[in-house]
């Protein structure tokens, strides 16, 4: 078994994830052999720099000593045990610590193992709720324009993202879709903050002649990810929580992308000081290491199906719910977050890459340049429709792992870079621009 065709073995037998196969006809398909810190080592004797955090996963690198430790550790008591009828120490020690980062206001976790399935939940949580208070109507759902939430039909369903969604469309169910608060669709000469509460204007609108029929509106705290790194203020979840209470509708926050310190803070929220109703978490919580997602809500939404007939239980069921593996990294990552005061040093990690970028906002192809904590983010003024899998390519001779939304170059690190490895991606970005 030579690695040398380990690409080709690959493209054979692995239907890949977002992928038309037939590009890697002239795409290159990278083996990796291993990992350490920021860098994937490919069975092509180069290395890669992980600048997105494999799809915005890993938060303390590749081979965290910390986090191996802990998992091997998990793995000598216990890997796996069904959640329901038993239960296990990591699960519960990470409910509790989770429930704690949220002084307790959502003190009940749902577990799953991946995004979608956590965005699933939280959908039929929220109309099970209503229905069980005897409001069935309130089945809709409302979301943002380019919302991303994950791929299932549920999910798809309130997500907003037309390469993804328009070949299934018979297949969802229909769902609105109001203003986005992206400031880059702001007018000339409005603040960020002023296009915000313009935005939730028209949540307010759609809500005063839907609420009867919503259960819920779905929203990206502070960072669309998948549509493109849009980023917004956090004025509009502030007002996006007093518009849901005044109409009676849940909301959800998916921190599954920004969660974790991503945006500055340890979860988006937080910035505008509100507490969702449903809060999705996923990606970030093993420090990308293991599938485990956790949808966790509050004292009122949990006694809506504490009742003596088991079809007022929330009957759903994901077969690896809280696997104890994942609990024991969710666990590490919980402790390196303390220990290593990671937020702290995210600060002054993000004022270095704002500084070092400073060519790069100011490339004349570059529009857009932004920020929000450990994300960067920018449009290059292209008409090349094959511009993401070109610079891609780009990317890859500078030894960096980018992969542009569209024409949107984004950065998302892990927290473990250091000075000169920003550098690195600042300078390879750059010769990425000039030779794509
Ligand atoms: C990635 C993502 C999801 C889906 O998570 P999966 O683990 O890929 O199913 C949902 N919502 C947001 C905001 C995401 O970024």
Same mark, same amino acid.
């Given at each position: 078994?030579?690695?040398?065709?380990?690409?080709?073995?690959?493209?054979?037998?692995?239907?890949?994830?977002?992928?038309?196969?037939?590009?890697?006809?002239?795409?290159?398909?990278?083996?990796?052999?291993?990992?350490?810190?920021?860098?994937?080592?490919?069975?092509?004797?180069?290395?890669?720099?992980?600048?997105?955090?494999?799809?915005?996963?890993?938060?303390?690198?590749?081979?965290?000593?910390?986090?191996?430790?802990?998992?091997?550790?998990?793995?000598?008591?216990?890997?796996?045990?069904?959640?329901?009828?038993?239960?296990?120490?990591?699960?519960?020690?990470?409910?509790?610590?989770?429930?704690?980062?949220?002084?307790?206001?959502?003190?009940?976790?749902?577990?799953?193992?991946?995004? @979608?399935?956590?965005?699933?939940?939280?959908?039929?949580?929220?109309?099970?709720?209503?229905?069980?208070?005897?409001?069935?109507?309130?089945?809709?759902?409302?979301?943002?324009?380019?919302?991303?939430?994950?791929?299932?039909?549920?999910?798809?369903?309130?997500?907003?993202?037309?390469?993804?969604?328009?070949?299934?469309?018979?297949?969802?169910?229909?769902?609105?879709?109001?203003?986005?608060?992206?400031?880059?669709?702001?007018?000339?000469?409005?603040?960020?903050?002023?296009?915000?509460?313009?935005?939730?204007?028209?949540?307010?609108?759609?809500?005063?002649?839907?609420?009867?029929?919503?259960?819920?509106?779905?929203?990206?705290?502070?960072?669309?990810?998948?549509?493109?790194?849009?980023?917004?203020?956090?004025?509009?979840?502030?007002?996006?929580?007093?518009?849901?209470?005044?109409?009676?509708?849940?909301?959800?926050?998916?921190?599954?992308?920004?969660?974790?310190?991503?945006?500055?803070?340890?979860?988006?929220?937080?910035?505008?000081?509100?507490? @969702?109703?449903?809060?999705?978490?996923?990606?970030?919580?093993?420090?990308?290491?293991?599938?485990?997602?956790?949808?966790?809500?509050?004292?009122?939404?949990?006694?809506?199906?504490?009742?003596?007939?088991?079809?007022?239980?929330?009957?759903?069921?994901?077969?690896?719910?809280?696997?104890?593996?994942?609990?024991?990294?969710?666990?590490?990552?919980?402790?390196?977050?303390?220990?290593?005061?990671?937020?702290?040093?995210?600060?002054?990690?993000?004022?270095?890459?704002?500084?070092?970028?400073?060519?790069?906002?100011?490339?004349?192809?570059?529009?857009?340049?932004?920020?929000?904590?450990?994300?960067?983010?920018?449009?290059?003024?292209?008409?090349?429709?094959?511009?993401?899998?070109?610079?891609?390519?780009?990317?890859?001779?500078?030894?960096?792992?980018?992969?542009?939304?569209?024409?949107?170059?984004?950065?998302?690190?892990?927290?473990?870079?250091?000075?000169?490895?920003?550098?690195?991606?600042?300078?390879?970005?750059?010769?990425?621009?000039?030779?794509?």
């Amino acid at each position: 078994m030579s690695d040398k065709y380990l690409p080709e073995r690959s493209l054979k037998a692995v239907w890949h994830p977002c992928t038309q196969m037939k590009q890697h006809e002239a795409l290159p398909l990278i083996g990796i052999a291993r990992g350490e810190r920021v860098w994937l080592y490919g069975h092509d004797g180069k290395r890669y720099l992980d600048a997105i955090g494999s799809w915005w996963v890993n938060l303390f690198g590749h081979a965290n000593p910390r986090i191996n430790a802990a998992i091997r550790d998990q793995l000598d008591r216990l890997e796996h045990v069904m959640l329901a009828g038993f239960t296990h120490e990591p699960v519960v020690e990470l409910s509790e610590r989770l429930a704690k980062l949220m002084s307790g206001r959502l003190g009940h976790c749902f577990y799953s193992s991946d995004g @979608a399935s956590a965005v699933e939940i939280a959908l039929k949580m929220s109309f099970h709720y209503w229905h069980n208070h005897g409001h069935p109507k309130k089945n809709r759902f409302v979301s943002l324009r380019n919302g991303y939430h994950g791929e299932t039909l549920g999910a798809l369903s309130v997500t907003d993202v037309a390469l993804f969604r328009d070949a299934y469309s018979p297949l969802l169910r229909d769902s609105r879709h109001v203003a986005t608060p992206d400031w880059r669709y702001a007018a000339e000469g409005e603040s960020a903050r002023d296009y915000a509460v313009r935005a939730a204007d028209a949540l307010e609108t759609h809500l005063a002649q839907y609420h009867a029929e919503t259960a819920a509106l779905i929203v990206e705290p502070l960072v669309q990810g998948a549509a493109g790194m849009g980023m917004y203020h956090p004025a509009y979840l502030k007002r996006a929580r007093t518009i849901c209470d005044d109409y009676q509708v849940h909301l959800i926050a998916d921190e599954i992308a920004v969660g974790f310190g991503r945006t500055g803070t340890l979860f988006a929220c937080e910035q505008a000081d509100i507490v @969702a109703d449903l809060l999705c978490l996923g990606k970030g919580l093993t420090a990308g290491y293991l599938p485990l997602s956790v949808v966790m809500t509050t004292d009122r939404v949990y006694q809506a199906f504490y009742h003596d007939s088991v079809a007022q239980g929330f009957l759903h069921s994901h077969t690896h719910a809280g696997n104890a593996l994942a609990c024991g990294a969710a666990l590490a990552t919980l402790d390196i977050f303390e220990q290593d005061k990671i937020i702290d040093a995210n600060r002054a990690k993000a004022r270095y890459l704002n500084h070092a970028a400073g060519p790069i906002s100011s490339h004349p192809k570059v529009k857009n340049f932004r920020n929000c904590g450990m994300i960067w983010a920018f449009e290059v003024d292209t008409s090349d429709r094959a511009f993401a899998a070109k610079f891609f390519e780009a990317a890859l001779k500078q030894e960096l792992s980018l992969r542009p939304l569209g024409n949107t170059v984004y950065f998302m690190p892990p927290y473990v870079i250091d000075e000169q490895e920003m550098d690195w991606l600042v300078e390879g970005t750059l010769r990425a621009m000039d030779t794509y």
